[in-house]
């Protein structure tokens, strides 16, 4: 909604005859702070969606009663970081807030770490399979979660070698 508010501010200005002398700097400063936040918040809402898979996860294999158990760990810790989140006093769709900055930084930063994490048992686990079908299962298990950057740039060595296993 606000990009197309802008669009059409930008859209409206090109057409007309007269400079309009409004810096678009300081007309969209409030916009593009709420637009940020909303940004912020849907990457928030996304995390909680993508590790709320872990809750169902169970790795086979000969290693996987220990990874599992480590999921469940990250998945405990992802619950604590999003309680904690959650328990801000200030309302956090509020863009004069600016505590919301620094918690949410911090907020990220733990989801980083719990994506390396987890990124890690993925590889462990996607060795630890025998089988095509198994590596297959394995990564559709963890939907949503592979579309994150940490886990990607982990994953991206298996998905060479789990296609050249295809070949």
Same mark, same amino acid.
């Given at each position: 909604? *606000?990009?197309?508010? =802008?669009?059409?501010?930008?859209?409206?200005?090109?057409? #007309? @005859?007269? /400079?309009?002398?409004?810096?678009? %700097?300081?007309?969209?400063?409030?916009?593009?702070?709420?637009?940020?936040? *909303?940004?912020?918040? =849907?990457?928030?809402?996304?995390?909680?969606?993508?590790? #709320? @898979?872990? /809750?169902?996860?169970?790795?086979? %294999?000969?290693?996987?009663?220990?990874?599992?158990?480590?999921?469940?760990?990250?998945?405990?810790?992802?619950?604590?970081?999003?309680?904690?989140?959650?328990?801000? @006093?200030?309302?956090?769709?509020?863009?004069?807030?600016?505590?919301?900055?620094?918690?949410?930084?911090?907020?990220?930063?733990?989801?980083?770490?719990?994506?390396?994490?987890?990124?890690?048992?993925?590889?462990?686990?996607?060795?630890?399979?025998?089988?095509?079908?198994?590596?297959?299962?394995?990564?559709?298990?963890?939907?949503?979660?592979?579309?994150?950057?940490?886990?990607?740039?982990?994953?991206?060595?298996?998905?060479?070698?789990?296609?050249?296993?295809?070949?």
């Amino acid at each position: 909604m *606000c990009s197309k508010f =802008k669009d059409a501010y930008f859209e409206y200005k090109a057409q #007309s @005859k007269n /400079q309009w002398k409004i810096t678009t %700097n300081a007309l969209f400063v409030r916009l593009d702070s709420f637009s940020e936040r *909303c940004q912020d918040i =849907k990457h928030l809402t996304q995390s909680i969606n993508h590790f #709320s @898979k872990l /809750q169902k996860i169970e790795i086979g %294999n000969t290693k996987g009663k220990t990874l599992t158990q480590t999921v469940d760990q990250i998945f405990e810790e992802f619950q604590k970081a999003v309680s904690e989140f959650m328990e801000v @006093k200030y309302d956090i769709m509020n863009i004069d807030c600016r505590e919301f900055e620094d918690d949410f930084y911090k907020f990220k930063q733990r989801i980083k770490e719990l994506e390396r994490r987890l990124a890690s048992i993925l590889t462990q686990a996607f060795d630890d399979c025998d089988t095509i079908a198994g590596k297959f299962k394995l990564l559709d298990s963890f939907e949503g979660l592979l579309n994150r950057p940490n886990i990607q740039d982990e994953l991206e060595k298996k998905h060479i070698s789990l296609l050249e296993l295809y070949k």
